[in-house]
């Protein structure tokens, strides 16, 4: 993972979830620590996709609902 304090949070998120899907095309849910990711996780989201494919937010960090001032986790 790309530890340098200036590295984008992209980028940080890039590394994380390469070393995580280690040579899948993405990883589990169940792999995502976010104390892992502790410094970036508020700026994060997690989408879900559900049957018929919709999906919905199963995480929004802090930092976006702040931004957005809405939080929609759960939502589709």
């Known amino acids: 993972m790309n530890d340098t304090p200036h590295a984008r949070i992209n980028e940080q998120l890039q590394a994380y979830w ?4 280690n040579g899948r095309s993405y990883p589990l849910e ?7 990711i502790k410094e ?3 700026s994060c989201f997690l989408v879900v ?5 919709s ?3 199963e995480h929004l960090g802090a930092a976006l609902v702040d931004a957005y001032g809405d939080d ?3 939502r589709e």
């Open 40 to 42: 970036i996780w508020p």
């Open 30 to 36: 169940s792999d995502i620590s976010p104390d892992a």
């Open 18 to 21: 390469q070393l995580l899907a």
């Open 49 to 53: 996709v559900k049957p018929g494919g």
């Open 72 to 74: 929609i986790t759960g």
């Open 55 to 57: 999906f919905g937010y």
